[in-house]
């Protein structure tokens, strides 16, 4: 194997430890709504407590990544992360399910934002989007199989078994940061961690309209897909009356489409430059995204729609990320860890938003999904007109 792909695989297993503790849980929330006699709104809080940690506490690993390495980082937040998985394996009420969840996102933040730093750390153009495609790949494993695994475990074993083997995913995670990951930040490119130049270095790519705009095209892009991750088992299970393991089948049909179109970003950068790369899928995702809506509307709302459009919509959706995510610190390798967790951060931020508002107009229909996965994409391909339509 070469190091190449080693290297891919590694950060990939790193990358999908979040990923892996969403998907897999997602069949579980209706069986969790009814075990801890709560609402489906208070059980899509533990996906909002999660994901709101996880993406804020990235603002602290990034730096401090820059500062004391990529390692470091990662050996913390795995532990913290194993601690509140044994926490929400024993969780014996929803308050301290979502407590423990938030704990889950403040250990996982480290494995979203010190991959990509690594891969800034090594590669940059083309090279950094080829490994980015390949972490994708491995990516790709958390929501073709996580639900899948998910429901094969709720049925036998109830939904607690899930957090157990997320436990034994984050063991294997530290195992391969210990014994097979090497150290990209070497002491003489470190810089010092100060809250004076951290708070500069931020307000610095805050004020970088490329850097924004490029981020929030990636962040509108995933906001579409973190409603679907929030509505998609109430619906599919509840309403067209899938059972969890038809739940997660039909789930990862979308992973496939994603995956499938991600590992062309590379070669498809190469021929016409990653910005137009970037448009042409935003303008694809949001005319299937429309497409959808106006079906919906019509009321053409049947499951093999939904699933059909949907796999189109978020394929040309993993032609958006990886190109967005490469792009975005393709300027700022010196800062590379932060800058991704700012990027990280503010995409991880929308799809929160996106999530909380979404969440409040769910009727057990279709629409206020379709709605706005479509809001998403126009979103994502206006500010990429805006951000890269000159390039």
Known sequence: MSSFVRLALILGLLSAIGPFSVDMYLPALPAITEDLRTTTSATQMTLLAFLGSFSLLQLIYGPISDAVGRKPPLYFGLVVFLVGSVGCYFAPSIDALIAFRVVQGVGGAAMMVVPRAVIRDLHTGIEATRLMSLVMLVLSVSPILAPLAGSALI?????????????????????????????????????????????????????????????????????????????????????????????????????????????????????????????????????????????????????????????????????????????????????AGLASALGGTLQMAAGVLTIAVGSLFFDGTALPMVATIAACAAGAFLLAVRTLGEK
């Open 155 to 335: 049925e036998p074993l109830g939904w607690r078994a899930i957090f157990a083997v997320v436990i034994v995913a984050a063991a294997i995670s530290a195992a391969a940061v210990r014994f097979a990951l090497p150290e990209t930040r070497p002491p003489d490119k470190r810089v010092a961690v100060g809250l004076g130049t951290t708070m500069l270095s931020y307000a610095h790519l805050l004020r970088d309209r490329h850097f924004m705009g490029v981020t929030f095209v990636g962040g509108f892009g995933m906001a579409s897909f973190f409603i679907f991750l929030a509505s998609s088992s109430f619906l599919y299970i509840d309403r067209f009356g899938l059972t969890p393991t038809e739940y997660g089948l039909a789930f990862g049909l979308n992973a496939v489409g994603f995956i499938g179109a991600s590992q062309a970003s590379a070669s498809l950068g190469a021929r016409f430059g990653m910005g137009r790369v970037i448009l042409g899928a935003a303008l694809g995702h949001a005319v299937s995204a429309f497409l959808l809506l106006g079906l919906v509307l019509a009321g053409i709302d049947g499951l093999g729609v939904l699933m059909a459009l949907l796999f189109v919509t978020f394929a040309f959706l993993g032609l958006v990320v990886p190109a967005s995510m490469v792009l975005s610190l393709e300027r700022h390798g010196p800062i």
